[in-house]
């Protein structure tokens, strides 16, 4: 183990969580043969019952290794789904069968389907608009401009066309009749998002003007109706009634007229904002919320229902009437794994189904009953959220809390290394350290640093720093690095997130003994502090100071169902105390809580390579019940806290625990009635 864990002062804070997966890919899928129409059987989660209760619905593939979804769209009965791709689209049924496939000449950008899946509507690159209905092509019309996103009406009957140049201060918003005809257009700088109602007869339109947030209303007609300005994200209902917009942590109700009908301050940043179809509740998330809640529910009135904490970066849908909220997320976790949360109107979590894939895109239909995700390696599954368990949220079996000892880090292959990445524990309170195993590279800090981005693994009940997908540049000369993080990094950071994102990095480059700086740029410039409310980063860091040699401690800390160690800083021993017997003393007194009372030292002694320490009767109270899997974690976690803190500090190699003089070999840990190596690192990750 090396000097590379880093000194964190921490105030301990157990907590549990409640995470259940029902695995739709994986090792625990059931797999039967074909069914009676020769199509193979779809898995069915471990442990079910009945073929009622199977969730997979139906899956469609596309022929390719990786996809990029434009859209998934799922009519409201569920029953026709449309699948949007670059050259091609598909309309799928309810099982995801193939109805019908369309090619198109030039890669396409967006599409839209009518609520009852009758019409289809597409534009690609070039400007040209589309429209297929009941798999016709009926006309097309052009506009001389790049599409970004469009809409369609209910009755088919308008298509609204949002249209934003390279240059960001350029923006047109258009309204097509059913016939492909324009029937008004407005030039809108600085467009950034637009919204029309069910009708066709509402448009809210949001921009960013000369650094300055602003939302619009327009008619049918085309005529503003009124402006705001300070509003970062907003949304529209879907009779056109209600606008509800967000200025710094406060929402707003409006009318269609522009009137005020209230306000409320959330204490939290929101990036999306939707209504339910039927106009009862108001959904607000903050994709960043870095261990805080951050899906909020209100009712019209203004009343808070709930708020969740909920993973960061997920995608969130919402049934028509409101009763129904899922949450979708893939880049919580390492692997390509998404997990599906659903929640129920009062908040209570009614099932977790975890799919073996990365949903890119989902989409829910109204009733709440069917669910879609767009798989970036070329699936499309259907979920029928309708067979789930009555009554509370029951899990599949009981999880039960563990750990992972470190002797079970397994000896490194020659092309393999082992490095320390650093995420949050999952209320975001400290920085918990996981040993990985990589393969080596020319550029092992650019390495870290990806499998940091990279996140941690899948039930490890850890939460990331950074969001999947940035990309962090990294160079170095003379041992001085540099790491370049991008704008957006910093726009999305709240005060939590900016001091993860920094400090992980921190932390996890310091570990190289090559290090001797660190400094921090946010695209190529140098800043003083990064985020908001801003963390200082206008100095080098010195990678000495980082690992510095202060006493430190390796005590156990509860994240969600596992146990982990978590470095912890101390002053070091007067001159007047024996160092073994204050370091063991110092780690019975922080890890007080995981550690049975009155244990007492007798002795502490270091002898060459071996450090003995003796202690009491009541330290094998620690492994009277190892049938228990909390109360076996738990010994191993403070045996192995033990070892570690002592050949760190004391810089011998061995540990030898005795009780009253006298070797030990409690049940179930018989391999204490030896010497203990010094690991080779902590908190192995599975």
């Not at 029902?22 to 442990?47: F, I, N, Q, S």
Request: aromatic letters at 10%; proline letters at 4%; charged letters at 25%.
């Amino acid at each position: 183990m090396t000097k590379s864990f880093i000194r964190l002062k921490i105030t301990c804070f157990l907590a549990a969580c409640f995470m259940v997966c029902v695995c739709l890919l994986g090792c625990d899928l059931v797999l039967t043969g074909m069914d009676k129409e020769g199509r193979p059987v779809e898995p069915l989660y471990a442990g079910e019952r009945t073929d009622r209760e199977k969730v997979l619905e139906g899956r469609f593939s596309v022929m390719n290794q990786q996809v990029t979804f434009n859209d998934i769209n799922i009519s409201s009965d569920g029953r026709k789904i449309l699948v949007s791709l670059e050259e091609r689209a598909f309309l799928l049924d309810g099982e995801g069968r193939l109805l019908w496939e369309n090619s198109f000449d030039q890669s396409q950008v967006s599409s839209a389907f009518s609520c009852c899946g009758n019409t289809m509507v597409s534009a690609d690159d070039d400007g040209r608009i589309s429209l297929y209905e009941e798999r016709r092509f009926l006309w097309e019309t052009f506009l001389d401009t790049p599409v970004n996103t469009m809409d369609v009406s209910d009755d088919a009957h308008r298509v609204m066309v949002l249209s934003s140049s390279p240059k960001e201060e350029e923006g047109r918003i258009y309204l097509l009749d059913k016939h492909g005809k324009i029937l008004w257009e407005a030039e809108i700088p600085g467009i950034t998002h637009a919204q029309m109602d069910s009708r066709g007869m509402m448009y809210l339109v949001q921009a960013v003007q000369q650094g300055d947030n602003k939302i619009f209303l327009y008619d049918e007609r085309g005529e503003l109706l009124w402006e705001k300005e300070g509003f970062q994200t907003a949304g529209l209902s879907q009779d056109g009634k209600y606008v509800t917009a967000v200025a710094d942590q406060t929402i707003y109700l409006f009318d269609s007229n522009g009137k005020t009908l209230w306000s409320m301050d959330i204490g939290i940043p929101v990036t999306q904002i939707k209504f339910s179809r039927n106009n009862r509740y108001i959904l607000a998330y903050n994709q960043f919320g870095a261990g805080r809640d951050n899906l909020i529910y209100l009712d019209i009135e203004g009343n808070l229902l709930w708020k969740q904490r909920i993973r960061d970066d997920s995608s969130v849908a919402l049934s028509a009437d409101g009763q129904r909220i899922v949450v979708a997320s893939w880049r919580h976790y390492s692997e390509d794994l998404t997990r599906v949360s659903i929640y129920d109107v009062r908040g209570r979590l009614r099932r977790e189904i975890d799919a073996g894939s990365r949903a890119d895109k989902i989409a829910l239909s109204d009733d709440g009953g069917f669910l879609v995700l767009g798989c970036y390696d070329g699936n499309v599954y259907v979920l029928n959220l309708n067979r789930e368990t009555l009554g509370e949220y029951i899990p599949s079996e009981t999880e039960n809390v563990y750990y992972v000892p470190v002797d079970q880090l397994k000896p490194l292959k020659e092309e393999e290394t082992r490095i320390d990445l650093y995420f949050y524990d999952q209320n975001a309170l400290v920085f918990v350290p996981v040993s990985r195993e990589v393969t080596k590279t020319s550029n092992m800090m650019r390495t870290a640093i990806e499998e940091l981005v990279k996140g941690p693994k899948v039930r490890s009940y850890l939460i990331r720093t950074i969001p999947k997908g940035i990309d962090i540049g990294i160079s170095t000369e003379d041992g001085k690095v540099e790491v370049n993080l991008p704008g957006e990094l910093e726009q999305i950071a709240g005060a939590t997130q900016s001091t993860g994102i920094i400090n992980s990095i921190l932390y996890t480059l310091s570990q190289f003994p090559t290090v001797d700086s660190i400094k921090f740029m946010v695209e190529g410039e140098e800043k003083y502090s990064f985020g908001e409310p801003g963390v200082f980063i206008g100095q080098e860091f010195s990678s000495q100071q980082v690992r510095e040699s202060s006493p430190l401690l390796f005590i156990p800390y509860r994240s969600g169902f596992r146990y982990y160690l978590i470095p912890w800083e101390i002053q070091p021993s007067p001159v007047s105390k024996d160092p073994a017997e204050f370091i063991s003393y110092k780690y019975f007194q922080e890890a007080g809580s995981f550690i049975p009372c009155n244990v007492e030292i007798i002795e502490a002694r270091v002898e060459g390579d071996l450090v003995t320490l003796d202690l009491n009767q009541e330290f094998l109270t620690l492994f009277e019940n190892p049938e228990n899997s909390d109360l076996k974690a738990r010994a191993q976690v403070v045996t192995d806290g033990l070892v570690a803190t002592l050949t760190e500090n004391l810089k011998q190699n061995k540990v030898q625990i005795l009780v009253e003089g006298e070797n030990i070999s409690p049940r179930g840990f018989s391999h204490l009635s030896q010497p203990l190596e010094k690991p080779r690192g902590i908190n192995p990750e599975q």
